[in-house]
């Protein structure tokens, strides 16, 4: 599976948009991008995947460049449960039964 | 809506003693997970599971590891003679069919 690079922290605004970035140039055409999160010693909880076209769910939007490079997850309206680690696992497709290989993620903190 | 649901909460062990973790899968998936996150650490794969045989392991799976699924609801992960370096958040996951993954509350493991 492709390497993924995230930042290791970013803190947001309750209300505003937490825009959370991440890299994975070496990803290739039949991988998709998940993302989780982890708040405070909880299980992982999935939040969205995609392959190229953006997606959008009740919970975020995922938002791939064009060359699949990099993508960025947007929390629209963060709150104070949003506060989380947040990962981007990069996976081929035909590998959805395989194990999730999770990296550092990037520690969100929302502030009031 | 459907959830892993995990026993005990949190166990207390002393070195050398057996431990088993107890997980409930959501009802009609098929692959089992275990995995485990030492106190700051990333989360890692311990070992996968379907149509009651090992799937995948990791190098952490030594023979001290042991997973067995005794009934149609029941996924329990044993670990015969425990090690300091055990104590973990240890987290259950079951898999449908070609989707995401859904992750367990996770068994808090400290041996003395």
């Known amino acids: 599976d492709a390497k993924t690079t995230q930042p290791p922290s970013m803190d947001c605004a309750e209300g505003r948009a937490a825009n959370l970035p991440c890299n994975h140039s070496?990803?290739?055409?039949?991988?998709?991008v998940y993302w989780y999160r982890q708040i405070h010693s909880q299980g992982p909880q999935y939040i969205i995947h995609?392959?190229?076209n953006n997606e959008t769910n009740e919970m975020a939007s995922l938002i791939i460049t064009e060359d699949r490079k990099s993508s960025t997850l947007i929390l629209p309206h963060a709150t104070l449960r949003d506060t989380a680690v947040y990962y981007c696992?990069?996976?081929?497709?035909?590998?959805?039964?395989?194990?999730?290989?999770f990296g550092a993620g990037t520690q969100v903190v929302v502030t009031p | 809506e459907p959830e892993v649901t995990q026993t005990p909460s949190h166990q207390v062990t002393q070195m050398g003693q057996e431990v088993i973790l107890r997980c409930v899968p959501i009802?009609?998936?098929?692959?089992f997970y275990w995995y485990r996150q030492i106190l700051g650490q990333k989360v890692e794969f311990l070992v996968s599971?379907?149509?009651?045989?090992?799937?995948?392991k990791s190098e952490i799976f030594d023979d001290q590891f042991s997973v067995e699924r005794p009934d149609g609801s029941n996924f329990t992960l044993k670990i015969r003679s425990t090690k300091l370096e055990d104590s973990a958040m240890y987290f259950c996951?079951?898999?449908?069919?070609?989707?995401?993954?859904?992750f367990g509350p996770g068994t808090r493991l400290t041996v003395l």
């Open positions: 696992i990069v996976r081929f497709s035909t590998d959805s039964w395989g194990k999730l290989q």
């Open positions: 070496t990803i290739s055409g039949n991988e998709y």
């Open positions: 995609g392959l190229k």
């Open positions: 009802s009609n998936h098929l692959y």
């Open positions: 599971f379907y149509n009651n045989e090992i799937s995948e």
């Open positions: 996951a079951s898999i449908q069919q070609g989707d995401t993954q859904y």
